[in-house]
């Protein structure tokens, strides 16, 4: 698929990726209820991995040429999407440790969790991204209004995984005796989904703020790249979920 497209074409190219991370997301559900192939798993995760990164994330973006000129907001915003990207590269290394010491602690086991609404919760997750992916396309292409429609869906659905995390989730673990304290395994849940609801919490005001400045008329289809930024984050955010889930939910037998 090309870089550079029209708007209903990079709305297209949003809704196939989409589709494809959809279909990926039910197979490894049904993989892990029918014959839990742990590397089909891994694969998949990968898999779904590469495409956000790629088309909703635009990793390739790292390559473009801004010229010569220090004081053009291309060159600016090269070097501010460098930085965002090395900020992200030192940030997944907290997230690699703890899916290091669930592999070390755990093994081939799991926490006894409501399957049903994990899927549902990744689920929300993966549609909010969509919707970032929509609003980053409109606001690429002039669109200011579709950008806001689409930034305020995505919060919603953000606060929505938030709360079926935070607010559902942890009280339905702790009925089931897994708390923090009771064993490896809860200090392992509470801290990896802890550390990521954290990660969504900052990217739901930074949806705010971005919004906000919408609202104000800062940003152009030649000049968003705060709404890069805030799409980038958000997309990171579904990137480390894509990986949690399955290590959390699908993978292993349960304790």
Do not use: C
Request: aromatic share 14%; hydrophobic share 55%; no cysteine.
């Amino acid at each position: 698929m090309s870089h550079i497209l029209d708007k209903s074409s990079a709305f297209r190219q949003g809704v196939v990726i989409f589709v494809y991370l959809a279909v990926l997301t039910v197979l490894e559900y049904f993989v892990a209820v029918t014959f839990n192939a742990v590397s089909i798993l891994v694969v998949v995760a990968v898999i779904k991995a590469a495409l956000v990164m790629y088309y909703y994330m635009h990793v390739y973006k790292l390559n473009e040429e801004s010229g010569a000129d220090a004081h053009s907001y291309s060159y600016k915003t090269d070097t501010n999407r460098l930085g965002l990207w090395l900020f992200l590269l030192s940030d997944s290394f907290v997230f690699a440790g703890l899916m290091t010491a669930r592999v070390n602690l755990l093994g081939l086991t799991r926490p006894h969790l409501n399957q049903l609404l994990g899927l549902a919760v990744t689920a929300v997750l993966l549609i909010s991204s969509f919707f970032m992916n929509r609003g980053e396309t409109a606001m690429a292409h002039g669109d200011k209004k579709g950008f806001m429609t689409n930034t305020i869906i995505t919060f919603l659905l953000g606060l929505g995984f938030l709360l079926g995390v935070v607010a559902v989730e942890w009280p339905l673990a702790a009925e089931e005796g897994l708390t923090a304290s009771s064993s490896a395994t809860g200090a392992i849940f509470y801290m990896m989904t802890g550390m990521h609801a954290f990660h969504v919490f900052t990217g739901l005001i930074f949806l705010v703020v971005v919004w906000n400045n919408a609202r104000k008329n800062i940003y152009s289809a030649e000049q968003h790249w705060g709404v890069e930024a805030a799409a980038v984050y958000w997309h990171f955010v579904d990137l480390v979920w894509i990986f949690f889930y399955p290590a959390l939910y699908l993978i292993g037998k349960v304790l």
